[in-house]
């Protein structure tokens, strides 16, 4: 069983950073691959970062390449994904996510994922 805990949102300008955690338990972790999604109120949940067990393997949706990145501290058990160049639209709920499939694949696609953290909130001001 995998426990996902996020930290890091908050408010921020346009323009501003912010980096996101995912505190990480459960055996399975180093075999899992690892995603961030986000949801806006009155929108579909949607993958913005994903990565292989590793980090060697980084995926990004369009809107977030060249912005965010995501990564991992094996020490820490911790997945974080940084956010720079924030913008209005990138307002929403962030969740980190864990596919401990035998064959995962690093998907952008919520179904793929098995275990779910609580999310925390990003807030981006004009």
């Known amino acids: 069983r995998v426990q996902l805990v996020e930290s890091g949102g908050g408010s921020v300008q346009a323009g501003g950073s912010l980096r996101l955690s995912c505190q990480i338990s459960?055996?399975?972790?180093?075999?899992?691959?690892m995603g961030w999604f986000r949801q806006a109120p009155g929108k579909e949940r949607e993958g913005v970062a994903a990565m292989y067990p590793g980090g060697a393997n980084t995926f990004y949706t369009d809107s977030v390449s060249g912005r965010f990145t995501i990564s991992e501290d094996k020490a820490k058990n911790t997945v974080y994904l940084q956010m720079n160049s924030l913008k209005p639209e990138d307002t929403a709920m962030y969740y980190c996510a864990a596919d401990t499939g035998l064959y995962c694949s690093a998907s952008l696609e919520r179904y793929e994922y098995d275990y779910w953290g609580q999310g925390t909130q990003v807030t981006v001001s004009s």
């Open positions: 459960g055996d399975t972790y180093s075999t899992a691959c």
